[in-house]
């Protein structure tokens, strides 16, 4: 028995020594992941990483991918499209990275994108959200989560529910903000041809300051205020508000990605209650397995609870990697296939389904949207009355064919 | 715009005029004793924030007594580069000092990166002006109430200083005649030393009381000793009154401005300053120029 025993274990071993040493003949896979890492959106490039890296150790442990061990290069674009584009060449002509992922800044996205067609180099992005991403049908491009128009258009349909008339908004001034609300209005307002906007106020990205803004916003005296703020901006914005008693001053406050726990986790009990807030995975609402063991092995390994970032870069990773086990290549054109194969690659997230639409390669994918409400168990405000939003009800029409 | 909001306005404008006179009086304070153009003055207010954030974790509670630590160590900080840097250029060429102090300027900010990170740090209203008050029925930031009161308290401190006390004498004479007050037995390099900290403790005071109204992150520094700059030139360069009156001109257009033309309002202090240069180029309350050396 002992003996048998010893020689199955002998011979697992020798497996497992044999296959690491195949795996460290070949070089690896190189991914270059671009973030934000410093400013007000640095906590979302740490998040970013996290999840990611989480992807990454899970697919090394079980053999990589074609044999290949997946390595992470993480540079910091700051946000800014010219650093994005000079790192994304960095990566892709000195380290040979075989994908670029990541991107929080949809400025950035749309900068780096035309590099994908110059280089053959598939890129993934994983947060950056303006819909006119996957709107220019790039070969190259996908985005394997959701994008701003699914987010303002799912906020629109719960606020044309809502007797709210006079609405604002404050939202940063680049091509996220911008879309964003453009996307709100002309939803709620063909839903709701009474309501009416009262004042727009557009900060800039990364915007210190926001008391000029509040005391206009005060003036314009907005029943309800939509808002793209996120990361450190929204953070600022809700401190120096409440500095003003501004949310006691409306009667609801609506931000697509409020629920980010890089925002709500620093606010902590300054954070605004019982305000629409929506977050583009939110880690206590998917009782499935799957999320169960992601939120596990994430915060056994990093000491914190998964953000919707950090849950997008691990879903993306995976998702890239399906792709490449679909495809059995790095070839982008293969991996291009593999992603618009069979009606479009479906991965199962913790968040839940995501699929690819095949023309425009955007993902679709549930939304969840709740009211902000203090909790026992967590230093942080969590959402209640939750509304999923079905990812049915997300897909708008596309031009790419 | 109603009489409330016109108000809400000028108080807003106010506190960040507050602000701004704490980041520039000690700027122009170091320029008028020891004539260095300081270029990394507003690193010391970044950093009196981090000291600050880093101190209270980002917990408004500790606010004010780690306030005073903070400012302890930008007065040490100062005290410090004095000794170090800045008293081996003073009698060099304008052009050492401000190679000099730009490179503290870049030194400073990659040395904050690698201590205190590249994220944005940003804190709560302290203790006891968490809630607004309410003026003419408009709800208003207590604390920007408190930041005015401790501007308008600084201001008058170091008036009394300069102006009623012996050590604050020997300050002003400095400015005039280094050699004669060395030929009297002061103490000049020691007096150096201690304006210098005086100057960069009220940056680091002043970066520490303003981030509750600001956030920061890397950059800050430059667009403080920009602002700073601003206020200086307006004022005129050492010139306590003229620092209060610009940096309370540049306040108001600046809350002003952001209603009339939002996206442009940073531009009204610059034609402000363009303005007095061309008009008046030692500032509104500065001395003209005697001689020009």
Redesign the interface.
């Known amino acids: 028995m002992n003996r048998t025993f010893n020689r199955y274990f002998g011979l697992m071993l020798l497996v497992v020594v044999a296959a690491e040493l195949v795996l460290a003949q070949q070089p690896p896979i190189k991914i270059g992941e671009l973030n934000v890492?410093?400013?007000?959106f640095?906590?979302y490039g740490k998040s970013g990483r996290q999840g990611a890296q989480l992807a990454i150790d899970e697919i090394n442990a079980s053999g990589g991918l074609l044999g290949r061990k997946l390595e992470l290069i993480q540079v910091?674009d700051q946000a800014k499209p010219d650093v994005g584009v000079q790192e994304a060449k960095r990566l892709i002509l000195d380290e040979k990275v075989n994908f670029l992922v990541g991107i929080d800044s949809s400025s950035v996205a749309l900068a780096v994108a035309p590099l994908t067609n110059e280089y053959k180099t598939p890129l993934v992005v994983m947060h950056g959200a303006t819909p006119a991403l996957t709107e220019q049908c790039n070969p190259y491009v996908f985005r394997t989560s959701n994008n701003a128009r699914m987010d303002a258009n799912a906020a629109a349909d719960l606020a044309a529910k809502l007797p709210y008339k006079r609405w604002a908004n404050i939202g940063p001034?680049y091509e996220y903000g911008h879309s964003s609300w453009n996307d709100f209005i002309a939803r709620l307002k063909e839903k709701r041809p009474d309501v009416e906007v009262v004042g727009e106020?557009?900060p800039k990205g990364?915007e210190?300051?926001y008391?000029?803004?509040i005391?206009?916003l005060?003036?314009q005296r907005p029943e309800a205020v939509f808002s793209a703020l996120w990361a450190?901006d929204l953070?600022?914005f809700v401190?120096?508000s409440?500095?003003?008693?501004?949310f006691?001053?409306i009667k609801l406050f609506v931000d697509p990605i409020g629920a980010a726990l890089e925002s709500i986790g620093?606010l902590g009990k300054?954070a605004p209650l019982g305000e629409l807030f929506s977050t583009r995975y939110w880690f206590l609402q998917s009782q499935s397995p799957t999320n169960k063991k992601f939120v596990d092995a994430y915060h056994s390994k990093w000491g914190e609870w998964p953000s919707y970032n950090a849950e997008e870069h691990y879903a993306g990773v995976q998702m890239l990697a399906a792709a490449v086990r679909k495809a059995n290549s790095l070839d982008a054109d293969a991996i291009k296939k593999a992603f618009e194969a069979d009606a479009g690659l479906t991965y199962e997230a913790p968040e839940g389904k995501k699929w690819m639409r095949p023309a425009d390669h955007q993902v679709f994918e549930a939304l969840v949207w709740g009211y902000t409400t203090p909790s026992n168990d967590y230093p942080f405000v969590v959402l209640k009355d939750i509304t999923m939003i079905p990812e049915s009800d997300t897909v708008y029409p596309t031009k790419c064919k | 715009?109603t009489l409330p909001?016109f108000f809400?306005?000028f108080m807003?404008g106010l506190?960040?005029a507050a602000s701004l006179f704490l980041l520039a009086v000690g700027l122009s304070l170091i320029f008028g004793a020891l004539g260095i153009v300081n270029f990394a003055h507003g690193s010391f207010f970044a950093l009196g924030a981090y000291f600050l954030f880093a101190l209270t974790h980002?917990d408004a509670s500790g606010f004010w007594h780690y306030l005073l630590l903070a400012v302890a160590a930008s007065l040490v900080v100062g005290a410090v580069v004095e000794r170090v840097f800045i008293r081996r250029v003073l009698n060099r060429a304008e052009h050492y000092q401000i190679l000099l102090t730009y490179a503290l300027l870049l030194i400073i900010e990659d040395v904050s990166?690698i201590c205190f990170?590249?994220?944005?740090k940003?804190?709560?209203?302290p203790k006891g002006?968490?809630?607004?008050v309410f003026v003419l029925g408009?709800?208003?930031?207590?604390?920007?109430l408190g930041l005015v009161g401790l501007a308008a308290a600084t201001a008058l401190l170091l008036w009394l200083f300069l102006h009623r006390t012996r050590y604050g004498t020997l300050v002003r004479a400095v400015t005039q005649d280094r050699e004669m007050l060395e030929a009297l037995g002061v103490n000049v390099p020691l007096l150096f030393t201690v304006i210098f900290a005086v100057g960069i403790g009220l940056a680091g005071f002043g970066g520490a009381v303003s981030l509750?109204?600001?956030?920061?992150?890397?950059?800050?520094a430059v667009d403080a000793v920009i602002s700073a700059f601003i206020v200086v030139v307006v004022g005129g360069l050492g010139s306590l009154w003229g620092t209060l009156l610009a940096a309370i001109l540049i306040g108001e257009i600046?809350?002003f401005g952001?209603?009339v033309l939002?996206?442009f309002?940073i531009v009204f202090a610059y034609v402000l300053m363009a303005a007095v240069l061309l008009f008046r180029p030692w500032g509104l309350l500065g001395r003209p120029p005697t001689v020009r050396t």
Request: charged share 15%; net charge negative.
């Open positions: 890492l410093s400013g007000s640095a906590a910091d001034d106020q557009w990364g210190s300051n008391t000029p803004y005391t206009a005060v003036q450190g953070v600022t401190r120096q409440n500095a003003f008693g501004f006691k001053q620093p300054e | 715009m909001f809400l306005e807003t506190a960040s980002g990166k990170g590249a994220d944005y940003s804190i709560g209203m002006f968490e809630m607004p408009i709800p208003f930031p207590s604390y920007y509750p109204l600001q956030s920061i992150s890397t950059g800050v600046q809350a952001a209603l939002p996206e309002s």
